[in-house]
């Protein structure tokens, strides 16, 4: 009975012309909509090496290609920390750019993949929790030309 009556005030709401919110409420019981979109947090330190020699590369800029806001530098020995939020994902996809090719060699510009590891979980809802890789290691190849 108290289903029906609520239909019949929506449909009656609906002919005047009126929308009744009521619609998407937990009035009936039933588990109210969510709007929104899934997301993680993540955490990435590592070092960007030379593919070659293994030593550490400075100058690098390491860029977290989804959300460009996530950048960072690599600094004397190659060492980088990128943050943020992002859509769900096991692997982090990067782009590694050299930026000053006078002082350290040029590199070519390429991309990278970080795997991460699921350290905190989410809320169970839209956070799916916290990922992370703590010793991420990429690798970049002098551009000989």
Known sequence: MK???IRLCQ????????????????????????YGQPNMDYSVKGKVVDAKGGG???????????????V???GVD?????????DPTEKLHVRLKDTDPAKDGNY??????????????GNGHWFEGTFENSDAVLKVEEDNQ
Request: glycine share 12%.
């Open 3 to 5: 289903y029906r009556w």
């Open 11 to 34: 449909w009656l709401l609906g002919v005047l012309g009126i929308s009744a919110s009521i619609s998407s409420c937990d009035l009936l019981g039933i588990m109210s909509v969510e």
């Open 56 to 70: 550490g590369v400075a100058g690098i800029e390491v860029c977290h290609i989804s959300y460009g806001s996530q």
């Open 72 to 74: 960072d530098t690599t």
């Open 78 to 86: 190659g060492s980088f920390e990128i943050s943020g939020n992002t």
């Open 108 to 121: 070519k510009s390429t991309e990278a993949n970080i795997q991460l590891k699921k350290v905190k979980d």
